[in-house]
């Protein structure tokens, strides 16, 4: 027997081929040519799905390329499943850097010379994963250095709350707080649920 049929106790239909479960009552070269065209409408369908696909990607796609001794911005990103991450327009992924590129690894990867505090990440990168910093004397770029894992992610977490306001509607009052984030800077800072950022945050409202 099928392997289907072992593991559920049922023979399996697919959609190749529907019948209902028993004996196939239709044999011989007619099936085995249904089969044939089936497949091949399948193919062409899932090849028609793929190049659709594949174009509206290619509208967002950009054709980057560095050369050894370009300086490039490294890609970092908060936590997956952290409140903050995720929402557009706010606290948006951020980048470290600029770190000099000393090395390309295939057509699209290239190999970074990171800070020392970030020895225990792999220095090869992803094209996608690098901006182009242009050097310029004037530029006066204030580093401030990330918690980073291993992942180059880090944790977005709340370590401030710099006003409060109450905004009264129809039938009830909503209560928010303006919160300062862990690695942004305080014009960064964003408006929050207050009830819900005592409940995740019990520790801040003792500050304010």
């Not at 399996?12 to 209902?20: L, T």
């Not at 009552?25 to 799905?49: F, N």
């Not at 242009?134 to 992610?153: C, I, Y």
Request: overall charge positive; some cysteine; hydrophobic content about 35%.
């Amino acid at each position: 027997m099928a392997p289907y049929e072992a593991l559920y106790g049922r023979k399996c239909r697919s959609p190749v081929h529907w019948d209902e479960v028993g004996e196939r009552a239709e044999l011989g070269p007619e099936i085995i040519q249904q089969t044939v065209d089936v497949v091949a409408q399948i193919r062409d369908r899932m090849r028609t799905a793929q190049s659709r696909q594949k174009s509206y990607a290619d509208q967002r796609r950009r054709d980057l390329e560095f050369a050894v001794g370009d300086h490039v911005f490294v890609k970092v990103a908060p936590m997956k499943g952290v409140m903050r991450f995720g929402k557009k327009g706010k606290l948006s992924p951020r980048f470290i850097g600029p770190s000099e590129i000393f090395e390309r690894v295939g057509t699209l990867a290239y190999r970074v010379a990171l800070p020392p505090n970030l020895a225990g990440v792999h220095n090869v990168f992803h094209v996608s994963m690098l901006r182009k910093y242009m050097a310029n004397p004037s530029h006066v770029l204030n580093f401030e250095p990330f918690q980073l894992t291993p992942n180059l992610s880090y944790e977005e977490r709340p370590v401030q709350i710099l006003d409060r306001q109450e905004k009264k509607l129809r039938n009830k009052l909503v209560k928010r707080v303006k919160v300062k984030w862990l690695n942004h800077l305080e014009e960064e800072a964003t408006w929050e649920s207050e009830p819900e950022m005592r409940r995740r945050y019990p520790e801040l409202f003792g500050k304010f």
